[in-house]
C-alpha cells in the first residue's frame, strides 16, 4: 500500500468540516464560484448535485474564522469497470489568496482517509500538464502518473491521470504507462539514430 508523505501543516485558523446536504444553500454557491474560476471545465448546477447528492461525505470544505469557503474537494467512490472500487477526485480548489498554507494537502488527506475507510482499491484524478503546482501536491501524496490524455478538457488542454494504489496488486495501469513511455522515448532515440546515419 503507497503510503502518503507527511502533510503539510494546516494553517491554525482554517477549520475543516464534511459536506453535509443541510448545506447546500449555505455552501453550493460558494463551491460553484469558486471551483468555476479555478478549474477548466465549466460544470452545470447538476454535476455538483451528482456529486454531493451521493457522495457528500467525500466532499470536504475548509472555512475561515468567519465561516466563509476558502477551499474544498468532492469525490466519488465506485466500481471501475467491474473491477476495483475506485475513488475518484472530481474537483479541489483553494481560493488563491489562501494558497501555499497546506490547505489543498489537507482537503486531499481528508478525502483520502475517507476513501480508504470506505475500502477503496484506488483513487484516481486529472489535471492538466501544465499545473505544476497541482501535480506536486499529487506526487508528494504518493499518486503516480498513469496516463497522458490529450486535449483531454474543453479547453483544449492535455491532462495527466494520476492513481493513487491503496492496495497491492493494483498497479497494472501505471506500469503500462511508463513501459508505453519508455518504448515511445526508445522509438524516439532509435529514429533519430536512424536519421544520423542516413
Not at 507527511?6 to 460553484?32: F, N, W
Not at 484524478?125 to 497541482?134: D, G, I, P, Q
Not at 506526487?139 to 488542454?157: I, T
Request: net charge negative.
Amino acid at each position: 500500500m503507497n503510503k502518503p508523505s507527511s502533510p503539510t501543516s494546516p494553517s491554525p485558523s482554517i477549520r475543516y468540516i464534511q459536506y453535509q446536504s443541510s448545506q447546500e444553500t449555505t455552501y453550493l454557491p460558494a463551491i460553484r464560484q469558486m471551483i468555476s474560476k479555478d478549474l477548466s471545465e465549466p460544470y452545470s448546477i447538476y454535476v455538483y448535485r451528482y456529486f454531493l447528492y451521493q457522495w457528500g461525505d467525500l466532499c470536504f470544505m475548509a472555512l475561515d474564522e468567519q465561516d466563509i469557503l476558502v477551499g474544498v474537494v468532492v469525490s466519488k467512490l465506485e466500481p471501475h469497470r467491474g473491477g476495483p472500487l475506485r475513488g475518484y477526485i472530481a474537483m479541489l480548489a483553494v481560493k488563491e489568496e489562501c494558497r501555499g498554507k497546506g490547505i489543498a494537502t489537507e482537503l486531499v488527506r481528508m478525502a483520502i482517509d475517507a476513501m480508504i475507510a470506505r475500502d477503496a482499491d484506488e483513487i484516481a484524478l486529472e489535471t492538466e500538464v501544465t499545473n505544476t503546482a497541482a501535480m506536486k501536491l499529487y506526487e508528494r501524496l504518493g499518486f503516480l502518473r498513469s496516463k497522458r490524455l490529450h486535449r483531454y478538457y474543453l479547453n483544449g488542454n492535455t491532462a495527466f491521470r494520476f492513481l493513487l494504489y491503496i492496495k497491492d496488486g493494483a498497479t497494472t495501469e501505471a506500469t503500462d504507462y511508463l513501459e508505453e513511455e519508455h518504448e515511445q522515448r526508445e522509438q524516439r532515440l532509435h529514429s533519430e539514430a536512424t536519421a544520423r546515419v542516413s
